[in-house]
């Protein structure tokens, strides 16, 4: 076990773009691999998940180097230091390593440790709020879950396969994965593993996809012939669910207020072979009038803090700030009100967050219910899902029924 010089350069770069230059950790990650030509599977996972881990402890290596931010290229190279010493490599001879105090680090990692925002590094502020919202038990969990590398997770687009048919394409590759028990589309891969070169992600027979993310879809109900509208798609994973789940009959309404986001959706759409989802623009309140009280099922995966995807978003961690999150829940509730109108009479809505806050969840739902259009709601049920409880993505979903 040892380093090399040309994959650490790489690495050293990559965290100079996230730290500096404020760059995505997934940009930035993909951008690297696409380096050298002539690395193998072992060098770009060497790459892949040197990044991701210097990302994810940032704070903690950061302090025990003793540098602080903005971080000069001196300093990223002692936090790469911490970070090779705390996995067991070997320190090579290089100028730029000179001189690493190796039982220092080793002392002060477990100095440290006992401390849980450096423990778990994070900022300040997050571990207040995680405490204030979920109490210091289940916080302690959950921030200790969110910091595990997040699992890969196909779903089975029923559109084009099944998931027997999948699981024996990819045994073929040497792409092992294991079936979910209560995730009737999903596939773990056992080892981490290139899956978009494939064949079979090119002919569209799977994306991947959370496993929580996947329960949404079924929460909803939806069924063939309806009129389903998707309120917040992005780049559209529920979405392109959904019109598996409707086996393309019926109307899929995507919208989103970024083109960019609906143009990706139109891409992965074609590959899925989903040809029942029309694509909106939210440019003005024209769009949302339009709909109102036209639609079977809504579907609203609302913006929030991202506080259940922190183990596939760890950049986030240092990105997030106090105000955001005070401004995002005041775009849910405006969300919630607005787009809930589109259900018709009879109809069902779903509200869902990336988020494990209770100021972002249920309490959200609450207040809604207490309003005058929310009061034509009744809520049937919700599901609070924890990374630790899990071990996928934190997340949030309620189910409310439009009163006829």
Known sequence: MRLHRNLVYTTIDSLNAIFNEGEYADKVVARALKKDKRWGSHDRKFVAETIYEIVRWKRLYSEIADV???????????????WAVLRGYPIPDWRQLEGTPE??????????????????SIPDWMDELGVKELGEEKWSKEIAAQNQPAKVILRVNTLKTTKEA??????????????????????????????????????????VQDANSQLVAHFLDVKPGMRVVDTCAGAG????????????KGQLIAMDLYESKLKQLKIRAK????????????????????LQ???????IDAPCSGLGVLKRNPDAKWKLQPEFIDNIKKVQAEVLESYSRI???????????????????????????????????????????????????????ALLQRNL
């Open 166 to 207: 999948l699981r024996a394409i990819l045994m073929d590759l040497d792409i092992e994965t294991e079936f979910l028990k209560e995730q009737p589309d999903a596939l773990v891969l056992k080892e981490r593993a290139n899956v978009f070169l494939t064949d079979a992600f090119k002919q569209g027979f799977f994306e």
């Open 103 to 120: 039982r220092k680090i080793k002392g002060r990692f477990d100095e440290l440790s006992k401390n849980r925002v450096y423990r778990e």
């Open 271 to 290: 590959r899925n072979g989903a040809f029942n989802i029309e694509y909106k623009i939210i440019d003005s309140t024209k769009v949302i009038k339009k």
């Open 68 to 82: 602080k931010e903005p971080f000069d290229r001196e300093d990223i190279w002692r936090v790469f230091a911490v």
């Open 293 to 299: 009280e036209k639609a079977d099922r809504v579907l």
């Open 237 to 248: 994973g529920k979405a392109l669910h959904m019109a598996s789940l409707m086996e393309n």
């Open 343 to 397: 259900v018709k009479p009879g109809g069902k809505l779903v509200y869902a967050t990336c988020s494990v806050l209770p100021s972002e969840n249920q309490e959200q739902v609450e207040k809604f219910l207490k309003t005058e259009n929310g009061k034509k709601f009744t809520f049937i049920k919700d599901q609070k899902i924890l990374a630790s409880e899990s071990g996928f993505d934190g997340f949030y979903m």
